[in-house]
């Protein structure tokens, strides 16, 4: 457990994320999810996401992240699962 600083905050939040594509299509395999992958870690660095552990199945993704109070889940969520990452994978 490692406590994290804000600028008037100590935290450590922690997030189990999945989610699937519609119908839990098998899409995410190869180089799908290699660059599904890649993106995640990006989107991450870009927004103060800290993802400490990320897996692709073929028909889910988990994340386990951390990141500032300053950020609500739907957010992180949101910018997650952004156009960016669509753009790439269609």
């Known amino acids: ?6 600028s008037h905050s100590v935290y450590d939040t922690q997030y189990h994320l999945v989610w699937a594509p519609k119908y839990r299509k ?6 799908v999810g290699e660059r599904m992958r ?13 993802i ?6 073929i028909d889910h ?9 300053k950020l609500s ?7 997650l699962k952004s156009l960016r990452v669509c753009r790439h994978l269609v």
């Open 26 to 31: 098998r899409i995410l395999t190869g180089v």
């Open 1 to 6: 457990m490692s406590l994290r600083r804000g």
């Open 61 to 69: 993704v988990h994340i386990f992240c951390s990141f500032p109070p």
């Open 73 to 79: 889940i739907t957010q992180v969520v949101t910018r």
């Open 38 to 50: 890649e993106l995640l870690f990006e989107i991450g660095e870009s927004y103060q996401i800290e």
């Open 52 to 57: 400490e552990e990320l897996e692709v199945s």
